[in-house]
């Protein structure tokens, strides 16, 4: 072969392979593992891939891609998937991102049609949290980027001119107010901003594992007595390890009264505000300065999709906004639009993210997701109910909206130890995906559950796996069996 072939009849026969490849694919999933390594030699063909330097067929590229990628894929979608936050993803979201690819929209912005379907993909973010619909807000990769993109702007809304001066000329330290049960994202967030990591106050947590509301007051007048300046506080609706929400409104009396920037960081739980009985719980959400939402887990679309939303749309033309001659247009330009994005954001080449959130929001629904969200609550509370019964589990801490976290309770065995094994073996044996965090210095499981292909019987199966595998590793670890 000596070109390569971009014809519009070879990208379709392309896409039949591919349909059938991913169909395949999908279809599969739920028998194999939820999470399978690729094999040394795969690996090692991988590593050992030379640079091509003639074209190749697309036939052999899709075969490299049946036999080499698509076995050992993640897993996330699996009906037992329940590692870390990661969940199943509409398969209308992945046609529609190949249709956004397709047509390869770049959307910085302008007056093309994908500028109008950002703006009413984060119009309807807005109404399921609570804002006005008017509020500002852009897609980014994920809770990271958006942590990140609302604490920049905070940084200049609370630090004015910093933007241009840097942080050079601050005479008092800033000070940003979190819990140790706050995404590690933050922290990171946090050095990318010049601000470093000591600018955190990590505050205490109460018995349901949210912000000690008491002890931010308290911080705020010490830290302001000694100088310093409490420009922010961050609460979190669904943290990553208990899935705690913080309190919300008194968080936000309390930075209101105090002149603080309010950001909440709802990656995964935000959009739990649209669930009337939790309403209670994220009272306070809607008046915050900045909210993090990732349609990638609670809305159900696949990767990348993450959003921020800010209060005051100025606040991110204030941090972002930049002038080049190359992207000079004049107000009643054919090509000028009612938003440029890459004014409110740090990149200026963005894919097509809002097609596939526009038609999974669209094929879900309100009421959809109200009931895919309760399934996903209840199987957790199933899950710790099963614990709760089960002779050899116990639960760790609290279960907050869909995560429960629980340890198997060896017999003279360290326990830490045991479980962290426990996690390893039950990962390695594929039934069931999860992952293991620290919860009040215990080590142990933690299921989160954001899976609409989840069942009881899924639970249950779980349940009588975990249980095999750790029965099958205290009698290896018992002291009487180790040589
Ligand atoms: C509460 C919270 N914040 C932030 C993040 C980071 O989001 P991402 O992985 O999309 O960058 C996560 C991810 O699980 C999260 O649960």
Redesign the pocket.
């Known amino acids: 072969m000596t070109s390569p072939d971009f014809s519009v009849d070879a990208f379709e026969r392309t896409l039949t392979r591919v349909a059938a490849l991913a169909a395949g694919y999908l279809r599969a999933l739920p028998e194999r593992e939820a999470f399978r390594r690729p094999p040394d030699e795969v690996v090692r063909r991988f590593q050992t891939a030379p640079l091509p330097d003639r074209p190749s067929s697309i036939e052999t590229v899709l075969d490299d891609i049946e036999r080499d990628i698509l076995p050992y894929s993640l897993g996330i979608g699996h009906p037992r998937w329940w590692g870390?936050?990661r969940a199943s993803a509409s398969p209308l979201g992945m046609a529609t991102d190949l249709l956004a690819t397709t047509m390869n929209n770049n959307c910085s912005g302008s007056a093309q049609i994908a500028t109008f379907v950002e703006m009413t993909v984060m119009r309807w973010l807005a109404e399921l949290i609570g804002y006005e619909p008017s509020a500002g807000g852009i897609l980014l990769?994920?809770?990271?980027?958006a942590?990140f993109v609302a604490l920049t702007a905070m940084r200049e809304a609370m630090l004015p001119g910093s933007r241009a001066s840097g942080l050079m000329g601050i005479d008092r330290r800033p000070v940003v107010y979190v819990t140790h049960e706050t995404?590690s994202?933050v922290r990171r967030a946090v050095e990318w901003l010049g601000l470093g990591n000591e600018a955190l106050h990590l505050l205490p947590i109460d018995s349901q594992r949210r912000m000690d509301v008491a002890a931010l007051e308290r911080a705020i007048a010490n830290d302001s007595e000694a100088g310093r300046h409490p420009i922010c506080v961050i609460g979190?609706t669904?943290?990553?390890n208990t899935g705690a929400i913080d309190p919300l409104a008194r968080i936000r009396d309390i930075a209101k009264r105090e002149g603080l920037w309010f950001h909440v960081?709802g990656?995964?739980g935000a959009v739990g505000a649209a669930l009337p009985e939790l309403a209670g719980q994220y009272e306070g959400l809607a008046d915050a300065d900045s909210v993090?939402l990732?349609p990638?887990?609670w809305l159900y679309v696949p990767y990348e999709a993450?959003a921020v939303l800010v209060k005051d749309r100025n606040a991110l033309t204030r941090a972002f906004a930049t002038q080049a001659a190359y992207l000079e247009v004049q107000d009643d330009d054919y090509f000028n639009g009612p938003l440029w994005f890459h004014q409110q954001g740090p990149q200026l080449s963005r894919a097509f993210r809002a097609l596939k959130i526009w038609a999974v929001m669209r094929q879900i629904g309100l009421e959809g997701y109200r009931a895919l969200w309760r399934r996903d609550i209840a199987a957790a509370a199933e899950l710790r109910r099963l614990v709760l019964e089960h002779p050899r589990l116990e639960p760790v801490g609290v279960t907050g909206l869909s995560i429960a976290c629980f340890r198997f309770v060896p017999d003279g065995i360290d326990p830490d130890m045991f479980n962290r094994r426990l996690v390893d073996r039950i990962q390695k044996d594929g039934r069931v995906f999860l992952a293991g965090t620290t919860v009040d210095g215990i080590y142990c499981l933690r299921a989160a559950i954001i899976n609409f292909r989840t069942s009881t019987s899924d639970t249950r199966l779980a349940i009588d796996v975990i249980a095999e595998l750790g029965v099958q590793l205290e009698r290896e670890l018992s002291p009487a069996n180790v040589p």
Do not use: E
Not at 141 to 145: I, N, T
């Open positions: 870390y936050i990769s994920g809770g990271s980027a942590n995404h994202c979190t669904g943290t990553v960081d990656a995964y993090a990732n990638h887990k993450g």
